[in-house]
Structure formats: structure tokens, C-alpha cells
């Protein structure tokens, strides 16, 4: 009678290695979770910088081709529909306080263009108009 050499795994082991398997991947899939929400929040914050930057970039425009008194001081709310209605946007246009900056003998205004989406402050760009 010849003896055959047993190969393979029996069940029992294959079982064993599957369960570590299953157990070592249950942290890994915690981290794509957690990832993919990283990712949301960044991709919020960029388009609310972009939105920021669109709008200082339109009064900068509007300095450009009116002149400095066609940005009033004051705040203003605007309406974003389409894609961006759950973001909302505030410019607030002040004269600054002296010393501030501003040079001698010019007159300037502070615009802080803020961008909020659920209630936090996502991007905000703050620059300085000034009239010599």
C-alpha cells in the first residue's frame, strides 16, 4: 500500500484565513469612508473660494470701467441659483479706518467678499479700493 501526500488546505483552514481577511479590511474601509468625505468638504471650499474670487473680481471690473464711486459702501447679499443655491454670498464694502493702509492724501474702501455654504464661512477675499 502506497501513502499520497496530502496538498491543498482543508476547509477549516481556508475559513480561518477568510475570517482574518474580512476582519484586517474593516479598518481599511473606515479610511475610504472617511476619504470620500475629506473629499466633499475640499470640494466645497474650492468652489466657494471661486465664487469669492468671481465676485472680487467683478468690482474690480466695475472700479475698472466706472470709476471708484460705483462701489458703494454697505453690505450687499447676493443670490446664487443653479448649482451654487446652497452657497451664500456677502460683500461688505467699508471705509477703513485710518491708518489702515490706505496712503496719504488717497481715499480708500475695504471689500471683504465672504462665501458661506451650511452656515459656515467657507472663503473669504478681502482686498482695498483706492481712489488717488
Not at 475629506?38 to 468671481?54: G, M, P, R, V
Not at 472680487?56 to 471690473?61: D, K, V
Amino acid at each position: 500500500m502506497t501513502i499520497h501526500e496530502q496538498r491543498g488546505f482543508t476547509l477549516l483552514e481556508l475559513v480561518m484565513v477568510i475570517m482574518l481577511v474580512a476582519l484586517a479590511s474593516i479598518p481599511i474601509l473606515g479610511q475610504f469612508s472617511q476619504a470620500s468625505g475629506t473629499l466633499l468638504t475640499d470640494e466645497i471650499i474650492q468652489t466657494a473660494a471661486q465664487l469669492a474670487q468671481e465676485r472680487a473680481e467683478g468690482l474690480l471690473a466695475d472700479r475698472r470701467n466706472t470709476g471708484y464711486a460705483a462701489v458703494p459702501t454697505g453690505t450687499i447679499n447676493d443670490a446664487l441659483g443653479g448649482a451654487y443655491s446652497s452657497y451664500s454670498r456677502t460683500v461688505t464694502v467699508t471705509s477703513p479706518p485710518g491708518g489702515s493702509g490706505c496712503a496719504a492724501g488717497a481715499t480708500c474702501k475695504e471689500v471683504v467678499v465672504s462665501v458661506d455654504h451650511s452656515g459656515r464661512t467657507r472663503a473669504e477675499v478681502t482686498l482695498m479700493l483706492v481712489s488717488y
